[in-house]
């Protein structure tokens, strides 16, 4: 690895990245009236915390330490929350879903294609682009 803190920076705005998304599946699966439903979107949470961790491993093995998160993000994430169920439409929540998913895969192959991380790194983060990918086509789906 030429340069830790490259590593470390893309690492680091990858578990922003988890982070947000989990907020939001959590939001979601708690206002849930469909059981499969929620139980996708605690899925989802679940997997993004997990992915966090495996990141988080990652970044201090290079030397990283663990960052602060802002409230901003969750004032985001309710108020998009808030507006989808007050117009509880199914169809705009499986758009959110949607959008979370692609601006996540954007953000990951945007740090895959920089190439700063470490190649075993990389393999956990290109197996977490593949479930990106089979969550958003499973969303497609949904919507029908």
Not at 48 to 60: G, I
Request: proline residues 1%.
């Amino acid at each position: 690895m030429d340069n830790p803190s490259q590593a470390i920076t893309a690492l680091t705005s990858l578990i922003h990245v988890n982070n947000k998304r989990m907020k939001t599946y959590q939001s979601l699966a708690g206002k849930a009236t469909h059981e499969e439903f929620r139980a996708l979107l605690s899925q989802w949470a679940d997997q993004s915390k997990l992915f966090s961790r495996t990141l988080s491993t990652w970044r201090a093995a290079y030397g990283g330490f663990a960052s602060s998160e802002t409230s901003s993000g969750i004032a985001d994430v309710w108020g998009q929350v808030k507006s989808l169920f007050d117009a509880r439409r199914k169809k705009d929540v499986v758009t959110l879903c949607k959008d979370i998913e692609r601006n996540s895969l954007k953000a990951y192959k945007t740090t895959m294609e920089a190439s700063v991380l470490p190649t075993a790194a990389a393999v956990d983060v290109e197996r977490q682009v593949r479930e990106f990918e089979k969550t958003l086509a499973k969303l497609t789906h949904l919507q029908g």
